[in-house]
């Protein structure tokens, strides 16, 4: 007569063979090599507007978008006169307290910014793909000025990598 302490470890071991063979719900992607809009054509980077109080926030955005795009395999990249034209605006650039020490001081920032990005054809206009993307990074709070504008700074590129990627990978799925 099986007792309740091995029908549990039977019932137990039988959900984690099932989630093994399920795997979870992963599954491999395929490399992105650029979505059906993308292939073949080439592709324009307008320099973001910026609507943030922070300023030279969209020159850095623009940039990292740019070398983001030229290190990917199958993009195209012109200076003007391409296919699809990549534009966008920074919307809000904003800090806030990320955590705090056990006497309540600021130990860390995170830096936040929000950028709508459009790619549309160039020779109609029509929206391609158009989103709104928002990205954070922490960095510490700290007591010279000076370094502490420089981890800001460090921050801002960080979010703007992040977006980049993110920029990338939505112009690559197939939509």
């Not at 959900?15 to 093994?20: F, Q, Y």
């Not at 534009?87 to 705090?100: D, E, F, K, R």
């Not at 160039?122 to 928002?134: A, E, L, P």
């Amino acid at each position: 007569m099986p007792t309740l302490k091995g029908s549990i470890v039977r019932l137990v071991a039988a959900i984690v063979i099932m989630l093994v063979i399920a795997g979870c719900g992963y599954h491999v992607m395929r490399p992105a090599r650029g979505g059906a809009e993308l292939e073949g054509k080439t592709l324009q980077v307008s320099i973001f507007a910026n609507r943030s109080f922070r300023p030279n926030i969209e020159a850095t955005l623009t940039d990292i978008i740019v070398d983001e795009l030229a290190k990917r395999e199958g993009t195209r990249l012109v200076e003007r006169g391409g296919d699809l034209v990549l534009s966008g605006t920074v919307l809000t650039y904003g800090t806030s307290h990320a955590s705090y020490t056990a006497k309540d001081e600021v130990k860390e920032y995170r830096a936040t910014v929000t950028a709508e990005v459009a790619l549309r054809r160039n020779d109609t206009g029509q929206v391609v793909w158009k989103g709104v993307i928002t990205s954070t990074q922490d960095f510490p709070a700290l007591t010279d000025l000076v370094v502490q504008q420089n981890s800001e700074d460090a921050a801002i590129r960080e979010i703007c990598r992040k977006m980049a990627r993110e920029v990338y990978i939505h112009l690559t799925e197939d939509f």
